[in-house]
């Protein structure tokens, strides 16, 4: 019944975009700042993370912990390209309801590894937000430029009405 409510609502539709647009917001503001600063560097973050496995309460689990110390850091230039500019059109097509749902997908992806690295800030929050967003479906986008671009599909395939008889020549 909530699910429903939540796919097919018009006004729940006007709630999802204001929440997408705020997420959109804050992943666009993380990311532009890491590519107008140029000096975002990942590895810190990861060493961070490998050392928050030890201690009587580790924060960050050790299978994490191996993948972030042998998978993560010996690729960081990599990570330190596509890091700041996932961020950057995660939240651009957010914010613009553009492929809201490979966005939504990609958002929750870089969440759940900010957490799983030990950085509680708002990524909690946010994976929530996410969540509620990706259950709704169609309905998260439909005041965006994926709403626009879906109805339009649809009407163009949408069968034409049939014609009236031709009348018989009098």
Known sequence: MFSDFLKKNKKMAWFLAIVR???????????????????????????????????????????????????FLPNVDILNYLVPIGEFFVGLG???????????????????SYLLSGSMNINPQMILWSWLLLSARDNAGRIGADGWIFSSIKRRMAPAPAKPPAKPPA
């Open 94 to 112: 957010l914010m613009t309801g553009a492929f809201t749902r490979p966005a939504l997908c990609f958002a929750l992806i870089m969440n759940f």
């Open 21 to 71: 647009f705020f997420l959109g917001i804050v992943w666009f503001r993380h990311g532009f700042e890491k590519i107008s600063n140029k000096s975002f560097d990942a590895s810190v973050f990861l060493k961070d993370a490998i050392a928050k496995t030890s201690g009587t309460d580790p924060v960050v689990q050790d299978w994490w912990a191996f993948i972030a110390k042998y998978f």
